[in-house]
């Protein structure tokens, strides 16, 4: 459920801020293909700030 509210969002528009490559769905957030980076998702809005990142 919560990926559709994701894609409704257009994540598939939306791309990393660090290495500008496209993101998906990870657990507890949204993950980099590029960099593997993790953001975070508050209340189903990806937050795509680099400094709030995780996973590197
Ligand atoms: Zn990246």
């Given at each position: 459920?919560?990926?559709?509210?994701?894609?409704?969002?257009?994540l598939?528009?939306?791309?990393?801020?660090?290495?500008?490559?496209?993101?998906?769905?990870?657990?507890?957030?949204?993950?980099?293909?590029?960099c593997?980076?993790?953001?975070?998702?508050?209340?189903?809005?990806?937050?795509?700030?680099?400094?709030?990142?995780?996973?590197?």
């Amino acid at each position: 459920m919560e990926a559709n509210v994701l894609k409704a969002k257009g994540l598939e528009r939306l791309v990393c801020p660090v290495c500008h490559q496209q993101l998906g769905l990870a657990d507890g957030g949204i993950r980099c293909m590029g960099c593997g980076r993790v953001y975070p998702s508050v209340d189903g809005i990806p937050v795509l700030i680099a400094s709030r990142a995780t996973g590197i």
